[in-house]
């Protein structure tokens, strides 16, 4: 019943990450990662799940490098200001 290439085990997804298993359920059960439970002890991830999961991560990665550049930005703009 599970197509190899398109389902993998939660212990595959965070070999994958670089992460424990407990932070893969944490993510599914915050929601940020969908899963598909054949039963109650079996639990998948689809690769194209974890690929939007994936992008989902570069998305909020590039938001915080946006708001590390405005922060930084609106410090210069304090200290010029405060400097006149």
Do not use: P, W
């Amino acid at each position: 019943m599970k197509n190899e290439l398109d389902l993998l085990t939660l212990e595959e997804v965070a070999i994958f990450l670089h992460i424990n298993v407990k932070t893969v359920r944490k993510y599914i059960n915050e929601g940020r990662m969908e899963c598909v439970k054949l039963s109650e002890r079996k639990t998948y991830v689809r690769r194209d799940q974890l690929n939007k999961f994936l992008r989902s991560c570069i998305f909020e990665i590039n938001n915080l490098d946006s708001r590390a550049k405005i922060e930084k930005l609106s410090q210069r703009f304090l200290r010029r200001r405060n400097d006149r």
